[in-house]
């Protein structure tokens, strides 16, 4: 079910300045510029950023697993035990995300994203 590993989020208390470190950080401008969430694709993962009055403000550091059809994994893990944490939503551009509480407390975030392609050669 899981695809891999593919966005960790960082909630931030002022996104532009956030951006503009993290472009200067990693090289590269934000592929996703939004107010509500800004996105790089390094190295074939995704950094995130979203203001802390976003939904899930507030969490510090979320990962969010991959998968190819959000809402089917997300009642898969329900089914499987874990709890409603954040339901899926539409985020934009048909990116799809979503989180649960697994049965021991953690929170663990899933995302469809139809715009995520691995950089050539990424194992």
Sequence with gaps: MLLGLRTAIYQVDDIAAAKAWYSRVTGIEPYFDQPFYV???VGGFE???QPEEAPG???IGNAYWGVP???????RLLELGASSCDEIAD????ILVGSVIDPFGNRLGI????????P???P
């Design 39 to 41: 996105g790089f694709n």
């Design 47 to 49: 950094l995130g950023l």
């Design 57 to 59: 403000g507030g969490i």
């Design 69 to 75: 059809d959000a809402r089917a994994a997300f009642a």
């Design 91 to 94: 985020v934009g551009e048909g």
């Design 111 to 118: 995302i469809e994203n139809p715009h995520f392609k691995l």
């Design 120 to 122: 050539p050669g990424t």
